[in-house]
Nanobody, 123 residues
Framework: QVQLVESGGGLVQAGGSLRLSCETS????????MGWFRQAPRKDREFVAA????????DYADSVKGRFTISRDNAKNTVYLQMNSLKPEDTAVYYC????????????????WGQGTQVTVSS
């Protein structure tokens, strides 16, 4: 059974930082791309960042470029999202996702999702 468990969310003031973690099990973590998505109230879920299976390639939404960094530790089956210079508009539930390919392709939906972790940025 595939499991993706996020942690690290919380309440932070604007300009602050948070680091999200997603520990996975039940799937070949080191062979697939991983990603982070988010969903704000009354909005659709949106792509945030993705990283290839080797960690050698990353992609970011324009809204987070230069502020967020995705990384992974294949030995720990864990993917991270370092979020700096947070803004109130970053407030959302953040979801970890596992793709079914080694690289991220925007046309391919993830195969597995975590349950989400709340990030709230106060102004």
């Amino acid at each position: 059974q595939v499991q993706l468990v996020e942690s690290g969310g919380g309440l932070v003031q604007a300009g602050g930082s948070l680091r999200l973690s997603c520990e996975t099990s039940g799937h070949p973590f080191s062979s697939v791309a991983m990603g982070w998505f988010r969903q704000a109230p009354r909005k659709d879920r949106e792509f945030v960042a993705a990283i290839s299976s080797s960690g050698g390639s990353t992609d970011y939404a324009d809204s987070v470029k230069g502020r967020f960094t995705i990384s992974r530790d294949n030995a720990k089956n864990t993917v991270y999202l370092q979020m700096n210079s947070l803004k109130p508009e970053d407030t959302a539930v953040y979801y970890c996702a596992a793709f079914l390919t080694r690289s991220y392709f925007s046309d391919y939906a993830p195969g597995y999702w975590g349950q989400g972790t709340q990030v709230t940025v106060s102004s």
